[in-house]
DNA sequence: CACCGTATGTCAGACTTCTGACATGAGCAA
DNA sequence: TTGCTCATGTCAGAAGTCTGACATACGGTG
């Protein structure tokens, strides 16, 4: 287990901190979510329509970070799962707006605590002023990334 | 495209920011990658190798955040095409040391200048101090997430 | 009106990553 | 020594996500 190597700068890249927070962050969730049957994207998709009910397929992929096509593999076995519900038509175009059924809704409740409580122990230790500041470190980043393609 | 729903507290959450600068960073990567047929795990590999020659496939898969069984599949891959050795057989116990080839090397010089211009954009208007912050944040959400399991 | 660009929902196939499992080898304790 | 624990490399199958493609529908401009 060779441990020690030259001063590898990967260990003062804010790239690769960012990817290392951000995928603690993940086996946090899922540790929490897998007791309860559910995955990171599953919860992400529950949790956008309890915030914005009607919000489409389209929408929520944006939401989740993932793909469109993701996103409808994912709604079709929550909708055939009685956790969400679809109109079969478009009342107009085709967007079709997706709700909470209520065994989506209670469902939702233990993971939301759960996922609560994860982020809360990942703010511990941190001030207010730390947390906002990192705030909008973040959000500077993301403008910077997505800004000059 | 209702974009106007409740006050939504994911815009609140520092969680679901911290996913959204990483998907803003993977994908800027991915999109200067892709011209040059790499992926982003891809060149992770191949960076780390950079840096600590003599890693094994377990030491990469943490490195690259990703399952030794994953990094498996990668590392075959590159050897196949010529991008990194490893010995036939270990010289102790299991661990099979990797490194570079020349070819991996030349691969990675275009590879990692441009994930460091991905890598100058992001950070762009923020302050020395900022970074800082932003990096010492990002530890301590590491630390407090991986700490109280 | 017709046209074009954009956005959506969906299907199909391929790729990546994961979980589960097994055998091997190092390190340590009884 | 024997036994136990842990880590490693690897194989096989399952699950998730992606890219590519198509038809449809809206919104603007000609």
Redesign the pocket.
Known sequence: ?SKEGAGVDLDKSLGYLLKEASTALRVAM?EVL?PLGM????YSCLELLAQRPGM???????G??????????????LERDGYVA?PAE?A???????QLTPRGRQSLEEASAAVRAVEVRMLAGMTENEQESAFRALRSMIHSLRGPA
Not at 39 to 42: D, M
Not at 64 to 77: E, G
Request: hydrophobic share 45%.
């Open positions: 287990m899922e897998r995955t990171v994207t599953h489409s397929n389209s929408e929520l992929a944006r989740a970070f993932v793909t469109r096509q993701s996103m409808n593999v994912l709604l079709q076995a679809r478009a107009v175009g085709k967007v079709l707006p997706a």
